[in-house]
């Protein structure tokens, strides 16, 4: 009887009708999504409190019940790649996809050079880009900027497929990796894009991780401690991926020393908040920029490569390197294919375990003898080979000095000469070098420099060097010294 006059109390307007609230899958979560293969991936949301939701997903169906906060989420089983799949979320209402795919998921973050767009490449990358026809194997996810002074849960966006008419606006860098893997592994791949130009990586770790830096606290904004953890790193991290790909630096060339610990704590945060202890991390050096200089000095740009070189120390860790595209006058290089691709081969070699070359010659050990230094490399490939760079777009700027951007020119020869080193003797001033690829090994030498005691390669905010592999993947700089760099905390 009580039910009764309940139900006719609630139809004559007297008494409200309860409200159900609609499930409501996270911005992830969403139509088009790629999901990790081979992996227990999570799908999440809100609801009403108590309420069940099931997910039904490659004839797997599992269940949870949303809590006090209304916060519910499950884990599906994803199997091998493929697709597309229909995947259903049931609640008090019911969610039907179509179109979800299985394969592998990237987070693509960092500054300005992860952000530039295709669109604003040079007319080689952004013609090879849309061009292609349209591919519903590859798709990305753009994550709404939103700076946040806690971590959050919620973002927003949607899952776009790689067609020429979408890829103009997609992270340039991130487009031709995601390609690149796609095209070789033959699977879906879906990337995660969250990146903000000119940003430190202090706004990209979060509060606890930052505790043993210095840090600026009470600010909302872009470069406030965490702040971009909180707002478009934390929304995510419940998100399978198998990895990230990461171009940052610039911002932070100022405090390179520092950036030799904040940067493997970054990723050492990432990991433990993906709860993914291996997750495979690849990052792009530097490239060469601001004026060339004919004579060796300190460079901060310089000292900035060298603390990404030393995270490589980090296990499921890479690192793309691009002296051969410097610009003058352009923090930002126009072409960003030789940049995905690059960090496109570090992860087919580590992370997928192909057979292949995946990274230019990396210093290894010098040995002085009378007035020549002999060094041998890591990662030759198939040999040593000196290329030249030349200078190309020249311009000129407001002061009526010519800026350009140097690359190889490919219809030169390549040489057993190799241009980009200095050495110093005992008063530890650096003079000019050539050196000399002899076998497995370079000799560098320099008639100013009876005794050499160091040897620095590519050392310079724009640095003209040009040490190869037969590959065509550049050497990375480096020093043989310690000694006290520009950055350092004075003692």
Request: glycine share 10%; charged share 20%.
């Amino acid at each position: 009887m009580k039910t009764r006059i309940v139900l006719f109390l609630i139809c004559v307007g007297l008494v409200p009708a309860p409200a159900f609230a609609d499930v409501k899958p996270h911005a992830l979560c969403a139509e088009g999504m790629v999901l990790q293969q081979k992996s227990k991936a999570k799908i999440w949301g809100t609801a009403d409190k108590a309420e069940q939701v099931t997910v039904s997903f490659r004839s797997n169906k599992v269940s949870a019940v949303a809590d006090d906060q209304g916060r519910w989420s499950v884990e599906v089983a994803t199997g091998n790649a493929g697709g597309p799949f229909d995947l259903i979320i049931k609640g008090n209402n019911t969610i039907a996809y179509k179109n979800v795919l299985v394969g592998e998921v990237w987070v693509c973050s960092g500054q300005s050079n992860m952000e530039w767009s295709v669109n604003s490449c040079d007319k080689t990358d952004k013609e090879f880009a849309t061009s292609a026809p349209h591919n519903s194997m590859l798709r990305m996810f753009n994550v709404k900027k939103n700076p946040q002074a806690t971590p959050q849960t919620e973002t927003s966006g949607a899952w776009i497929e790689a067609d020429p008419k979408t890829v103009g606006g997609f992270s340039a860098a991130g487009y031709f990796f995601g390609r690149n893997l796609q095209e070789n592994m033959k699977v879906p791949v879906g990337l995660i894009h969250s990146s903000w130009g000119g940003t430190r990586i202090e706004t990209w770790m979060s509060a606890s991780a930052l505790g043993p830096f210095e840090k600026q606290g009470g600010k909302v904004g872009a470069n406030a401690a965490s702040n971009l953890y909180n707002g478009m790193i934390a929304p995510i991290l419940n998100y399978q991926v198998k990895g990230a790909i990461w171009y940052q630096g610039e911002s932070n060339a100022g405090n390179a020393y520092k950036y030799r610990a904040m940067h493997p704590a970054m990723i050492e945060n990432w990991r433990a908040d993906f709860k993914n202890p291996d997750l495979a991390f690849y990052f792009v050096q530097l490239a060469p920029f601001t004026a060339v200089k004919a004579a060796p000095g300190e460079s901060n740009w310089a000292e900035l490569r060298e603390a990404q070189t030393m995270t490589l120390k980090l296990k499921n860790t890479g690192m793309a390197v691009i002296t051969d595209f410097g610009s003058e006058y352009d923090i930002h290089p126009t072409p960003k294919r030789p940049v995905g691709e690059r960090l496109a081969l570090a992860a087919r070699a580590q992370t997928y375990g192909e057979k292949i070359v995946y990274s230019g010659p990396m210093y290894k050990s010098v040995k002085f003898a009378g007035n020549k230094a002999i060094l041998t490399f890591d990662h030759v490939g198939g040999g040593l080979e000196g290329r030249e760079l030349f200078p190309t777009l020249e311009r000129k700027n407001k002061d009526g000095s010519t800026a350009a951007a140097w690359r190889v020119k490919a219809d030169v020869p390549v040489s057993s000469n190799v241009n980009g080193f200095t050495v110093c003797g005992k008063d530890k001033v650096f003079h000019p070098a050539m050196g000399q690829i002899s076998g497995g090994t370079v000799v560098v030498a320099s008639e100013k420099v009876a005794e050499p005691i160091a040897v620095r390669y590519g050392w310079a905010n724009h640095p003209i060097c040009g040490l190869f592999n037969r590959e065509g993947l550049p050497a990375s700089p480096f020093r043989t010294d310690d000694f006290p760099v520009t950055t350092q905390p004075k003692q």
